[in-house]
């Protein structure tokens, strides 16, 4: 981005960051007790006399009430982005894998200014956003790891896993190769803050499919075996769908027991990990940021070049 950047977040925020200002937004997911959240189906999050909810959207106000930003990029709220387009500032919103076809998520890219779907178009194009086709832009899979070297692998059979918070439990793979595991993330692997090494010096890597996961995946450039969880709007089923379609990696959707895990491996080395390119994580973040940027530019009513 050639603009300032400021982030809005509940989460915390390291000191080293390339933000010019972080915002700390309270949570709203505190109070016992929640009424009517959804707003009679309209929304996904808002529920009555919530004071985290309340004091979250009231620093939203705040902050563009100040700031007066130029846009807004929301990753998942509806009721964030809806909110900034009523205050009426340009709204990008991010776009999902799965079946977003319900009210709320109608809503939102119905409102949106832009929508940046982070994966390619020529791979998939849902039916949901094909309404939406004029605003959308796919730009690829957003890796923090686009562009780093790969390191040397001198470790041959070595398996990297790499799951989320939500992530598979290492006692599920015992027994599946007599090979060197690392485990990264879930309940019992380490939470390191650089996983590239690991990745990118990889023989196989094994992960869930949500986006991160998948463009990290994808920059390393390895053989991999996606084994999509369980996520609202099937969303994880929905991208490993189309890795399996397309051929990128080898897709188990269920976990596999200990006998299957051989013929797995097999098949991801058939594969190999040339056909990753195919996801466009290089250059995605780049094409993101002129994205918003020409979304700020076109809501003011200034005409790019």
Request: with cysteine.
């Amino acid at each position: 981005m050639t603009r300032p950047v400021t982030v809005l977040t509940s989460r915390e925020v390291p000191r080293d960051n390339p933000f010019t200002n972080v915002i700390a937004l309270p949570r709203d997911d505190s109070d016992a007790t929640v009424h009517e959240p959804t707003a009679h189906g309209a929304l996904h999050w808002a529920p009555h006399l919530d004071t985290g909810y309340n004091a979250r959207m009231n620093a939203i106000a705040e902050w563009v009430r100040d700031a007066r930003p130029e846009a807004l990029v929301v990753d998942v709220s509806v009721e964030v982005a809806t909110f900034a387009r009523l205050l009426g500032i340009p709204v990008v919103v991010i776009a999902l894998p799965g079946n977003r076809t319900d009210a709320p998520h109608v809503l939102v890219h119905t409102l949106a200014d832009r929508i940046i779907a982070a994966w390619p178009r020529e791979l998939r194009i849902p039916e949901w956003l094909r309404p939406h086709d004029h605003k959308t832009v796919y730009v690829g899979g957003i890796s923090r790891f686009d562009g780093r070297r790969a390191p040397a692998r001198t470790a041959p059979g070595n398996v990297v896993v790499l799951s989320g918070t939500g992530g598979a439990d290492s006692a599920q793979i015992t027994g599946a190769e007599s090979a060197d595991w690392t485990w990264l993330g879930g309940q019992h692997g380490e939470w390191i803050s650089d996983p590239w090494p690991h990745l990118a010096g990889a023989d196989l890597i094994i992960t869930h499919a949500g986006q991160n996961s998948i463009a990290d995946t994808a920059a390393a450039g390895r053989p991999a075996i996606v084994i999509p969880q369980r996520r609202p709007f099937d969303e994880q089923h929905s991208t490993a769908t189309v890795l399996d379609r397309h051929g990128l990696a080898t897709i188990a959707f269920q976990w596999p027991t200990p006998e299957g895990w051989g013929e797995l491996i097999r098949r991801a080395h058939g594969i190999g990990g040339e056909q990753w390119q195919r996801w466009r994580v290089h250059g995605a973040a780049g094409r993101a940021a002129a994205a918003i940027e020409e979304t700020a530019r076109a809501c003011r009513g200034v005409v790019s070049a």
